[in-house]
């Protein structure tokens, strides 16, 4: 039986215009005769509530998230332990998972991914009652990502212009986190729990990462000299973060954050609040997800 799609648009997804995006994207879809309805988003929250009614009556449909990492997150947590299938378009600054999984974002490679992407059963992270899917934790990134939040600008350029102004005077949080049993503490740079390997734009933060292990990566970086921040960078676009010695990479299954010092969090590059202590965990093959069928 062909699919059936059910698109869920976040109209101001990424640094473009994206109902342009996806007005184009419908003619294409109209022209290779794929059945669909489509709704778009009017406020944060909006999809999970969209996505979380499909669930409550079954539907059948492939459930399309069109947007960013953001947008992602909010459709797939109402279906973390459903049967509902779900796809994704990435139109965000970031798209991590989607970079990961060489999901297409240009419309022309679409009707192939969407007709015959290959289902497979993906881990979710866990953060208290919250999930993420590519990932989370404090430190420089989750202070980016609280600066980012309450910007006007958005887009890549933007994200470089805040790590830019905070880097040279950032000076780490003080934290203590349990990862599975074995205690950490100190300073740190920042503190990463990855369900998938990248931040996004290519910055692999946790190389080793698998999205089907039941498990997460979880990279601490401790301050570091200034005069190695180029050498930093190269690493973490070039998949050798974990080499430096000031770099700590585990695999858990379960993690407790006891205590940080400055109270900047994120999930999937968004900054949420968050009461100490917190429960990382993860559950595994708990999400429906269409892959590229040339990516399995």
Known sequence: ??????F????VAGPKDNLKYWRALNKKLLEEKLEFKAKITKRQGHATTWASKRVDKGNDSVIVSVGGDGTFNEVASALVNSPLQMAHIPRGSGNGLARMLKIPSKISGLPAYLKEGVLHCIDTGKWNDKY?????GFGFDALI???FSASKNRGLKSYVFYI???FFSYKGVEATVVLDGEKRNGRFFTVTFANANQYGNNA????GAKLQDGLLDVTLIRPFPKILTPFVVVALFGKRIHKFS????????NVEIQYVSVPYFHIDGD???SELPVQVSVLPASLNLLIPKNRV
């Open 204 to 207: 692999f933060i946790a190389p």
């Open 271 to 273: 900054a949420i609040e």
């Open 8 to 11: 869920i648009v976040n109209p």
């Open 164 to 166: 830019v102004k905070a």
């Open 145 to 147: 990502a609280h600066h």
């Open 246 to 253: 000031f770099v700590e990479t585990l695999k858990v299954k």
């Open 132 to 136: 993420f899917f590519c990932t989370a």
């Open 1 to 6: 039986m062909d699919r059936t799609f059910k």
